[in-house]
């Protein structure tokens, strides 16, 4: 029962103690003592522990919920906000749900630029991101959606190359980064560097990349459209109305990734969420100005019952600003 890596005194304190409680060890409460090293009688640590456990039990209590998605959008490497942003959901996330411009292609966009961020840094350094916040968080599943940074790649081979050498071609920096893996050549120092597919690298969890902007999850869409409308909430009405010509059956919510903003609000019986961005809106300070309306940082926590339904009293839109 040695400590975990990473695992603090109180982390380390509550695993022996909840597996004291639960008879999965079968260690006295003085050994138990003596392990995390605090000078307390057994009859102390015992009843400390009965407080632990209904502390823990309240904070991972379900109360019908059956799955519990973390959906983190427009990281916009090399932008990116830090993993420990998403620290209050370690260990309690069932699906992480990425909705699209994890990476931000800097390099290839049409804005004018002050510097220049390399394709090959955004990779790598995006790669690295996503398998940082799948091992952060620890979920059972991984969903990642593309948006429309990521179709820059494409519309910049489009432009460049003529049909026959784009058919060599992925869709996105994604479809290498998820499935396929990449070489870094470099050539100034001769030298060849191999990047897993994070399908592969990855192993504590499945890892799914939907090889477009949208995905289901339960009966919740999550979209991230190239489409844009300025006006509050109108391209989570916009994507709705498509959705539903689309998807006949009975979804109840669609979260809205791409416009940088948070709101949310009934429309009939469907819960429509804009997300928010995830990155340091700050820094994304394109010369051309053309980023009119302030940025807002969030995240979206989704809670579904057995049947996929939100329950929306326990679903929280986090306002990161």
């Known amino acids: 029962m040695e400590r975990k890596l990473g695992e603090n005194n109180f982390e380390y304190k509550l695993r022996l103690c909840l597996s004291k409680l639960n008879k999965e060890i079968d260690l006295d409460w003085c050994e ?31 109360n019908g919920v059956a799955t519990r998605i973390l959906s983190i959008s ?39 630029k002050s510097y220049r961020v390399s394709m090959i840094e955004e990779m790598v ?10 091992e952060y968080i620890k979920p059972k599943q991984v969903f990642i959606n593309y948006g429309n940074h990521e179709m820059r790649y494409q519309a910049y081979l489009s432009k460049n190359l003529d049909d026959d050498m784009l058919q060599l071609m992925p869709q996105t920096a ?74 006949r059956s009975n979804w109840d919510c669609l979260v809205m990734a791409h416009t940088h903003q948070l709101g949310q609000y009934p429309k009939g019986n469907i819960m429509l969420y804009e997300q928010g961005a995830c990155c340091k809106t700050s820094e994304m300070n394109y010369t051309d100005g053309k980023l009119y309306n302030p940025q807002q940082q969030g995240f979206i926590y989704i809670c579904q019952d057995i049947d996929g339904n939100l329950i929306k009293d326990k679903t929280k839109l986090i306002n990161l600003n």
Not at 34 to 61: F, P, Q, T, W
Not at 197 to 203: F, Q
């Open 125 to 134: 350094q995006g790669r690295q991101y996503i398998i940082d916040l799948i």
């Open 32 to 62: 138990i003592a003596s392990l995390i090293g605090e000078d307390v009688s057994a009859d102390h640590l015992r009843k400390l522990s009965y407080g632990y456990k209904e502390y823990y039990d309240y904070i991972n209590s379900t």
């Open 74 to 112: 427009d990281t916009h490497v090399p932008y990116q906000l830090p993993i420990t942003t998403f620290k209050e959901y370690v260990g309690i996330v069932d699906v992480l749900q990425l909705n699209g411009d994890i990476l931000d292609c800097q390099s290839i966009s049409k804005f004018s």
């Open 174 to 247: 994604l479809d290498l980064i998820c499935t396929d893996g990449f070489y870094h050549y470099d050539k100034r120092n001769k030298t060849k560097t191999w990047y897993e597919p994070i399908c592969k690298a990855v192993t504590s969890c499945d890892v799914v990349y939907t090889e477009d902007w949208k995905c289901k999850i339960g009966n919740t869409w999550f979209v991230h459209p190239s489409a844009f409308s300025t006006g509050m909430m109108k391209t989570a009405e916009k994507a709705m109305q498509y959705m539903i010509t689309q998807d």
